[in-house]
């Protein structure tokens, strides 16, 4: 495979310098769509630059499919890049490395030198990219003051904090115009929280998306330790929130009644309960902090079921912050299947009752809810049929209200039982890998946690 693979990179970086274009300058300055037109003229699909002089340099169709070839290769060979980058933007330095390795001698027949050099290239390139981020990120959890906290590698501290920890004043002009825009983004739309986490080995944009998927992760810790009616829109501001406050008018015959409704998380909920909270369910925290953690270094003891947890906590907290029950139902019911591995809705049933089984020693004929006449087998039924009746429109999705009210597979129901097995699989998870050679397998896990809550004989 290897030895295919550099015959190929030659075969490949062949076809790019073949299908390198540098055009002619042009007779006349170039302005709006004359600028393609000019390109389509020369063919070149993919214009990396234009020079001093006032040529432009690229390369055709052909070209670009040689380098996307390439950059496939590369990545599917570098973790690094796989990890730190995506493949749109790892192929434009390979574009330019083989633009660098070649540019004294474009007519040259690529040999396993030349590829060396174009890899050494890339890898300079893309290193140059990669720094050390720390991402500040708004966020709305309540609004007011209160202690700083965090979930694992995220820090969540408030507006007050801010301004204290850098000095941010008129008498430090330069921090208050550093923050300035930030600090004025986060009061046009009434927002309190600031989310900080360090991010390494990614280039700009990719980082920017660790972060703001992390921080995702770290406030769905928060919105488990504190009670739905408070925590259930808790979200970032460079998600889709909804605006603090919004207004209304309605008309009734001839009169016209006007208001406005607060939109806050947490509003309600003062400073005092909020840190209690956070208090009472530091042990969630606190494991929920170390998936976290293994999402931003992508450094798990059991890498499998880390991601499930991690695929399934986003989205939880799509589904908490989702309007539309039904939608929200799909969305929670994903979670679930996410974090089981359940890859079918016949493994998802079959997972769901095992999950009962183990982690709450409930058989399916068991009553769930508690006291409820429902049992675990019509509740995983429920749970799994609306999801799949809804996303092959068997099921409305603008008009199933009963999704909401159903006391076995409804939207409260599905939330309490989602952040449950959300919350008790992190925590398992931190048992789980403390053990002698644990297996990364859903399977192996749930037996774990069956033996483990069953008393010694």
């Known amino acids: 495979?290897?030895?295919?693979?550099?015959?190929?990179?030659?075969?490949?970086?062949?076809?790019?310098?073949?299908?390198?274009?540098?055009?002619?300058?042009?007779?006349?300055?170039?302005?709006?769509?004359?600028?393609?037109?000019?390109?389509?003229?020369?063919?070149?699909?993919?214009?990396?630059?234009?020079?001093?002089?006032?040529?432009?340099?690229?390369?055709?169709?052909?070209?670009?499919?040689?380098?996307?070839?390439?950059?496939?290769?590369?990545?599917?060979?570098?973790?690094?890049?796989?990890?730190?980058?995506?493949?749109?933007?790892?192929?434009?330095?390979?574009?330019?490395?083989?633009?660098?390795?070649?540019?004294?001698?474009?007519?040259?027949?690529?040999?396993?030198?030349?590829?060396?050099?174009?890899?050494?290239?890339?890898?300079?390139?893309?290193?140059?990219?990669?720094?050390?981020?720390?991402?500040?990120?708004?966020?709305?959890?309540?609004?007011?003051?209160?202690?700083?906290?965090?979930?694992?590698?995220?820090?969540?501290?408030?507006?007050?904090?801010?301004?204290?920890?850098?000095?941010?004043?008129?008498?430090?002009?330069?921090?208050?115009?550093?923050?300035?825009?930030?600090?004025?983004?986060?009061?046009?739309?009434?927002?309190?929280w600031i989310a900080d986490v360090t991010v390494d080995g990614f280039d700009d944009v990719a980082g920017l998306e660790r972060a703001n998927i992390a921080i995702d992760l770290a406030l769905t810790a928060v919105q488990i330790a504190i009670p739905s009616y408070y925590s259930r829109s808790m979200a970032r501001l460079t998600d889709r929130t909804l605006p603090s406050k919004i207004g209304s008018v309605t008309k009734v015959g001839g009169n016209v009644r006007f208001g406005s409704q607060r939109c806050d998380p947490g509003l309600g909920c003062s400073a005092g309960a909020f840190d209690q909270f956070l208090t009472k369910s530091m042990p969630i925290l606190v494991s929920i902090g170390n998936r976290v953690r293994a999402y931003i270094t992508d450094n798990a003891v059991l890498p499998k079921l880390d991601q499930s947890w991690s695929d399934a906590a986003y989205w939880l907290h799509e589904g908490l912050m989702e309007p539309l029950d039904t939608v929200a139902v799909t969305k929670l019911e994903t979670a679930i299947e996410v974090l089981l591995s359940a890859a079918s809705a016949k493994n998802s049933g079959s997972r769901l009752k095992d999950a009962f089984s183990s982690f709450y020693g409930l058989s399916p004929d068991c009553s769930y809810p508690s006291g409820s006449d429902w049992k675990v087998e019509d509740v995983v039924k429920a749970i799994v049929e609306s999801r799949s009746r809804i996303l092959h429109g068997t099921l409305s999705t603008l008009t199933a209200d009963t999704?909401?009210?159903?006391?076995?597979?409804?939207?409260?129901?599905?939330?309490?039982?989602?952040?449950?097995?959300?919350?008790?699989?992190?925590?398992?998870?931190?048992?789980?890998?403390?053990?002698?050679?644990?297996?990364?397998?859903?399977?192996?896990?749930?037996?774990?946690?069956?033996?483990?809550?069953?008393?010694?004989?």
Request: hydrophobic share 40%; proline share 5%; with cysteine.
């Open 1 to 192: 495979m290897k030895s295919y693979s550099k015959v190929r990179k030659q075969d490949l970086a062949k076809s790019a310098l073949q299908n390198f274009v540098i055009t002619p300058v042009p007779d006349a300055i170039l302005v709006n769509d004359q600028v393609q037109q000019w390109l389509q003229k020369h063919e070149i699909s993919f214009a990396i630059d234009w020079l001093h002089t006032g040529e432009a340099r690229g390369f055709k169709q052909r070209g670009v499919n040689a380098i996307i070839e390439l950059t496939s290769i590369l990545m599917a060979e570098e973790s690094t890049y796989r990890r730190g980058t995506r493949p749109e933007r790892l192929a434009v330095h390979v574009a330019h490395s083989i633009v660098a390795t070649f540019q004294n001698c474009l007519t040259t027949v690529p040999t396993p030198d030349h590829v060396m050099a174009i890899e050494k290239e890339v890898r300079q390139r893309f290193a140059a990219k990669v720094v050390t981020c720390t991402h500040c990120i708004p966020c709305r959890i309540i609004p007011e003051h209160t202690s700083s906290f965090s979930v694992g590698p995220v820090k969540f501290y408030s507006q007050e904090d801010l301004i204290k920890r850098e000095n941010i004043s008129q008498e430090n002009p330069l921090n208050e115009m550093s923050y300035g825009p930030l600090l004025e983004f986060m009061r046009s739309q009434s927002a309190y």
């Open 403 to 457: 999704l909401a009210t159903d006391n076995h597979g409804g939207r409260r129901v599905l939330e309490s039982l989602c952040m449950d097995l959300l919350a008790a699989t992190s925590l398992k998870l931190d048992a789980y890998a403390s053990t002698t050679a644990p297996k990364d397998s859903i399977k192996d896990f749930l037996q774990f946690v069956s033996t483990e809550r069953k008393p010694a004989t």
